[in-house]
């Protein structure tokens, strides 16, 4: 469990149970009891292998999915009580994959995510034309606030998403691959400004990873998933061992330093 | 949810949907008998007056029409029967089969119906203080509702007899305050009646089919208990009908039925209908008509359909092509 | 927009639609649609002079104190002929034209068009069954007491019959709670074939009423009056409220069910919702009208290539130009031989043609785009 224990975690997950129906034969589980605590402020790199469950528990997180046994609480409620809209003014969601309308410039997109907190009808408030702008600075997507989705790069197009995340003002965000389509450069330059940004704003952060390195360099703490439940849960040094990952990923790893000592590398032995 | 759950529900719209149309009847509306006033040839109209049309509707007239609107060629003929052919003010754009003198009288009218809907705005500028409708969506119902709510006194006639179309001559008489000339023309056509009834007594009643159209492969006659099979009947045939409702009837029980008479009343409209093209129909080349040679094209038949103070010559003219021996 | 953002600090940022283009747009739009309204009314088989026309307009619209100058005729054929027939045309056409939008964004499918869930089969169903079976009974057949509201048996049948339709179409495409447009899609088509077999076979026994059931097939306004635009004015007004309120949760589901979600957006109650406010729309122009096609196709497609998907702007500006562009189609079935050939026919004759050079435009344009 994180050493970071808060009075009442922001979200949590106890004994979830969750398998997605199939036409014919037994539903699978994905996931077979799964607990997990989000103090607020947590920044938490969820690791497994593929259909491990990482973008389930993410949705159940989000509320789009229901467990089939087991609780999902957000802010000590369970989600289930919760309206759609109000917790959508405190959960954000950057999807894995989202084919922006297009006819729509990049501000607008973003200012959807001002929707959940909407008080007039037609119009916008003060406050949704500065959190739009905050969240196109953020986002480092400001230059970006003319342009139609068909004008935006991989990498752009991600930007914008997570300013149309920001812009929600939410106080747990969940990202599903967030560097799924970026190449090398522009995968850290995100993760480095979402994790400026957590620490700016506050926020409570899940990020669905798959590059073992990347997670490492990323984030405090690691929640890794295997067979349906938490393999490991906790810091990088103690959770990414290579016992852990031989068993939850089938590879051989060694842990290595950087020069200045302070990040912890995970580096695949090709021996 | 199983599929089976579902059906009821499918069902049940349909249901409600006749539970709607039963809703909507007016509880007191059945076909009247027309002409509820006096038939008296010496009676005169007073006005306001109030008749009951074909379609049950009552219609009051403040005063006399001068102004006529006809929505149909019969009325047309019914009008110019009692001398009212000036006061004609719109008629049909159909101009066929009318006598030479009712063409001209009505050959510069404004035209205020075609073949679509009826030309509402027309008939406003008409300024008729009588229109004359036909019944059985000949004339849309829609637009019979929509002339009466503009404020016009719209008759609806729809006869399905001989004496219906006497009764209806006789109702524009009443209304035309020509009651008089409603009894000459209606007298006239009960002797022509009358006629073609005692030529026709005690002689055989072939097996008479009356083809009224073939569209498709569907062959049209006269339904069953029509206006058109009681022709057939007066003219000294035995009718072979059609479907209550559709008046098609199928080759095969046309076969069955044998027609000893064929009369093509598609023939006035269709020239390439006759008794060869008959003949050569797969199927029809054993019927007995046919190969008796009783096959008969009737341009008349635009008499028969026109149920004016002209339909017993029509009637006339059925009664030669069933019997044309008793005629010579 | 560059230099806007560059002094963002003095300004807050102006985010997508300001006030100048909504009012610009809207404003062009229906000073476009008076203009139509005034020729549209002056125009007609009868001749009453532009100068009449517009007296009598405003006198009986706007109560100015004109002197009557013209024959009562006149004001007859303008006010209960002609003023009802092309507010039905407007009515409808912007009904139809909103209709679309809306369920182009639900079936997300810019071909989609309001009668493909099944209106169009169930109202020409209800309303072929309405011109039928007076005739079938007898005790239906017209006269004093088949309306009812001021609506015939047709009106009503095609309006329960469109309505009734989609519900049954959702109730049946429903599953675990949910509705895929996929399904919905197959659903509508499966029921619409039942529905137009049906219709065929009231046709088959209609008899003489198979002109009136061929002309409401094919869309008229011919039988456009008062009562009817009564009855569904205020339908129309309602949805096009309730569904303009729900612009947002539209724009959202262009995201995806998924993002609209997570954005707030509780996806299958909205979807509901905004099927059955189209569809109210759709049907109650239906009932008054016949099936117009096209309108509800090509007007939404057009005015978001135009002025972009923002549902702020589209639903009313659909509204407008669906009923602009119906005047005209109207206009044009008036005036064309014929004796008043139905306005649907025209719909198509036009609208096809124009939605095929729409497609090939768009796709060149899509192509410029992206070179």
């Known amino acids: ?271 | 949810m199983s599929s089976r759950r579902r059906v009821p529900i499918f069902f049940s719209f349909f249901a409600v949907l006749t539970l709607l149309v039963a809703a909507c009847a007016s509880p007191g509306t059945s076909p009247a008998l027309p002409g509820t006033v006096s038939p008296s040839a010496e009676a005169v109209t007073t006005y306001p007056a109030t008749l009951t049309d074909d379609a049950g509707r009552e219609v009051t007239l403040e005063a006399e029409p001068q102004r006529i609107v006809s929505l149909a060629p019969s009325n047309t003929e019914i009008a110019c029967a009692l001398d009212a052919c000036d006061q004609l003010v719109g008629v049909p754009e159909y101009r066929k089969g009318y006598l030479p003198d009712v063409l001209a009288a009505i050959e510069d009218l404004p035209v205020v119906v075609s073949f679509g809907p009826v030309d509402r705005e027309a008939i406003v500028a008409a300024e008729p203080d009588l229109i004359l409708a036909a019944g059985n969506e000949l004339t849309a119902s829609t637009d019979i509702e929509a002339l009466a709510n503009l404020g016009y006194p719209v008759l609806v006639l729809y006869p399905e007899s001989l004496d219906e179309v006497s009764a209806d001559i006789e109702l524009i008489g009443d209304a035309l305050n020509a009651q008089a000339e409603a009894a000459d023309v209606t007298g006239e056509m009960a002797d022509t009646v009358a006629a073609v009834q005692a030529t026709v007594a005690g002689l055989d009643r072939p097996r008479t089919f009356y083809e009224v159209s073939i569209f498709e492969g569907t062959i049209y006659t006269a339904g069953e208990d029509s206006f058109l099979a009681s022709l057939v009947e007066t003219a000294g045939g035995e009718p072979i009908t059609g479907d209550l409702r559709t008046t098609a009837i199928a080759l095969e029980d046309l076969v069955t039925a044998d027609p000893e008479v064929i009369v093509l009343g598609d023939a006035a409209y269709d020239r390439t209908i006759s008794a060869d093209s008959v003949a050569k129909r797969p199927g029809w080349d054993e019927m007995t008509a046919v190969t008796e040679g009783r096959v008969i094209p009737l341009p008349e038949d635009i008499l028969i359909t026109r149920p004016g103070p002209r339909v017993v010559d029509g009637l006339e003219a059925l009664a030669r092509a069933i019997h044309p021996e008793a005629f010579d | 927009m560059r230099a806007a953002i560059a002094s963002a600090e003095a300004q807050p940022l102006r985010i997508g639609l300001t006030l100048t283009r909504t009012v610009v747009v809207l404003g062009a739009a229906g000073v476009l649609l008076a203009l139509l309204l005034v020729v549209a009314v002056a125009v007609g088989s009868a001749e009453v002079g532009i100068g009449d026309t517009a007296a009598i307009l405003g006198r009986r619209l706007l109560a100015l104190p004109i002197p009557e100058t013209w024959a009562p005729t006149a004001e007859k054929i303008i006010f209960d002929i002609r003023l009802p027939r092309v507010l039905t045309a407007m009515l409808v056409g912007g009904g139809l034209a909103m209709a679309g939008t809306v369920f182009q964004v639900l079936l997300r499918n810019p071909l989609a068009d309001p009668y493909v869930i099944g209106t169009a089969a169930g109202a020409s169903f209800g309303a072929a069954l309405g011109i039928v079976a007076p005739l079938v009974l007898p005790v239906l057949a017209i006269g004093a007491g088949t309306s009812w509201l001021g609506l015939g048996v047709v009106q009503l049948f095609a309006f329960a019959g469109g309505l009734g339709t989609v519900l049954l179409v959702y109730a049946v495409a429903r599953s675990a709670g949910r509705v895929q447009v996929i399904t919905l899609l197959l659903t509508g088509y499966a029921i619409s074939s039942v529905l137009a077999a049906m219709v065929a076979m009231l046709m088959f026994i209609s008899g003489n009423a198979l002109r009136a059931i061929f002309g409401w097939l094919m869309g008229s306004l011919a039988n456009a009056g008062w009562m009817a635009l009564a009855f569904a004015a205020p339908l129309m007004i309602v949805a096009f409220i309730l569904l303009l309120a729900r612009w947002r949760r539209l724009n959202l589901l262009m995201l995806g069910d998924a993002q609209a979600a997570s954005l707030g957006v509780d996806v299958e109650r909205e979807k509901l919702v905004l099927t059955v406010l189209a569809t109210l729309a759709t049907s109650a122009a239906v009932a008054i009208s016949g099936t117009i096609g096209f309108i509800g196709l090509v007007v939404p497609h057009l005015l978001r290539l135009v002025i972009g998907p923002d549902h702020r702007l589209l639903l009313p500006a659909s509204l407008l130009v669906g009923a602009a562009l119906l005047v005209v189609a109207d206009l044009g079935a008036r005036l064309l031989p014929g004796g008043g050939i139905p306005v649907g026919v025209v719909t198509a004759l036009i609208g096809a043609p124009f939605f095929l050079w729409l497609l090939r435009r768009s796709q060149l344009l899509r192509v410029e785009l992206s070179a």
């Open chain 1, 1 to 271: 469990m994180s050493a970071a224990v808060a009075a009442r975690p922001l979200a949590m997950l106890s004994d979830v149970h969750f398998s997605y129906p199939r036409p014919r034969g037994e539903p699978r589980p994905v996931l077979r009891g799964v607990d997990l605590a989000l103090p607020a402020g947590d920044l938490v790199a969820l690791l497994g292998a593929n259909g491990s469950g990482k973008t389930t528990l993410l949705r159940l997180l989000s509320g789009a999915l229901v467990p089939d046994a087991g609780e999902v609480r957000f802010d000590g409620r369970p989600l289930g009580e919760w309206r759609r809209d109000a917790l959508a003014r405190r959960v954000a969601v950057l999807p894995q994959q989202l084919d922006l309308p297009d006819g729509f410039r990049a501000a607008e997109l973003v200012a959807m995510g001002r929707a959940p907190h909407a008080r007039r009808l037609f119009a916008s408030t003060v406050e949704d034309e500065r959190a739009v702008e905050r969240a196109l600075v953020d986002a480092d997507a400001l230059d970006l606030a003319a342009r139609y989705p068909h004008e935006l790069s991989g990498g752009e197009r991600q930007r914008v998403l997570v300013a149309m995340a920001l812009a929600q003002e939410p106080d747990l965000l969940l990202l599903d691959e967030p560097t799924l389509h970026l190449d090398l450069a522009h995968q850290v330059a995100l993760l480095s400004s979402i994790r400026r940004l957590q620490a700016q704003r506050r926020l409570t952060v899940v990020a669905v990873l798959h590059d073992l390195n990347l997670a490492a360099a990323f984030a405090p703490r690691v929640v890794v998933l295997h067979d349906g439940l938490v393999a490991a849960d906790g810091n990088v040094a103690d959770t990414l061992t290579p016992v852990l990952i031989e068993r939850v990923f089938g590879v051989r790893m060694e842990l290595a330093r950087t020069a200045d000592g302070g990040a912890h590398l995970v580096i695949s032995s090709d021996r």
